[in-house]
């Protein structure tokens, strides 16, 4: 018996799952999804209209599965096991460098690009469960994500415009200004529990105006200087 080495190809027992990625803005390119990690009530007002205190408590992490990503453009069902889908329009910040325990003021030198995303939520199940979020917030194509730009064409990201509309109606609107934890900070701290690594994509909170969605609704989520999102709610997963 021969040994497998590093360059060979896995003798998988069965069919490999296709590799998740994002579209990159004005490319042909793929960013390689690895892991989707997720920071919860960020923005002080969408705390206060979910009942909280915008106190600046250590964030909330969680995470969705890779391959919950969807592509802008794109129609999905309405979920199965939930009455009350949510929109969360967040602002995405893409991993390209590797790092653990990465120091604040060396945060921004990890990040690949930014895009835009949402974090649909079943609302209903998020209320009723509690926590740990991942039944409300995992599920299957829970995670639309727009084109990413790379930080090389937009400078680092610190402020500027974030919206969300639900045909044709601006159902969420703030500035990324407005995090309670900022980017590098967000960075640091989710490093010092998980080593981050290429790959990995952070969506960074959702401003207020969080609301349910049915079946026919069309969706426009933007981040001043990115791509926009485009999404719809096709019917009810039998």
Not at 23 to 44: M, T
Request: charged letters at 20%; glycine letters at 10%.
């Amino acid at each position: 018996m021969t040994s497998q080495t590093q360059t060979d190809t896995p003798d998988y027992v069965i069919p490999a799952p296709p590799r998740p990625s994002i579209a990159v803005a004005h490319s042909r390119s793929r960013f390689p999804v690895r892991r989707i990690y997720c920071i919860g009530r960020n923005y002080a007002a969408h705390v206060a209209e979910m009942g909280g205190h915008a106190d600046r408590d250590p964030p909330i992490f969680f995470q969705k599965p890779a391959d919950a990503v969807v592509d802008a453009g794109t129609t999905i069902p309405y979920p199965s096991q939930t009455n009350n889908l949510h929109h969360e329009v967040e602002l995405v910040v893409a991993i390209g460098k590797a790092g653990h325990d990465i120091a604040e003021n060396e945060a921004n030198g990890h990040i690949w690009g930014y895009g835009v995303g949402l974090d649909l939520t079943r609302r209903d199940i998020q209320s009723r469960e509690g926590k740990p979020w991942e039944i409300a917030k995992a599920f299957d194509r829970s995670f639309p994500a727009g084109p990413l730009s790379p930080v090389s064409e937009t400078g680092l990201l610190t402020q500027g415009r974030i919206a969300l509309s639900v045909n044709g109606v601006v159902a969420q609107e703030s500035d990324i200004g407005l995090l309670i934890w900022k980017i590098p900070e967000i960075i640091a701290r989710l490093s010092a529990f998980f080593e981050l690594a290429p790959g990995d994509v952070i969506l960074t909170g959702t401003p207020h105006g969080v609301g349910p969605l049915v079946p026919g609704d069309n969706l426009v989520a933007s981040v001043e200087g990115l791509e926009p999102l485009t999404l719809a709610i096709g019917p009810k997963v039998a």
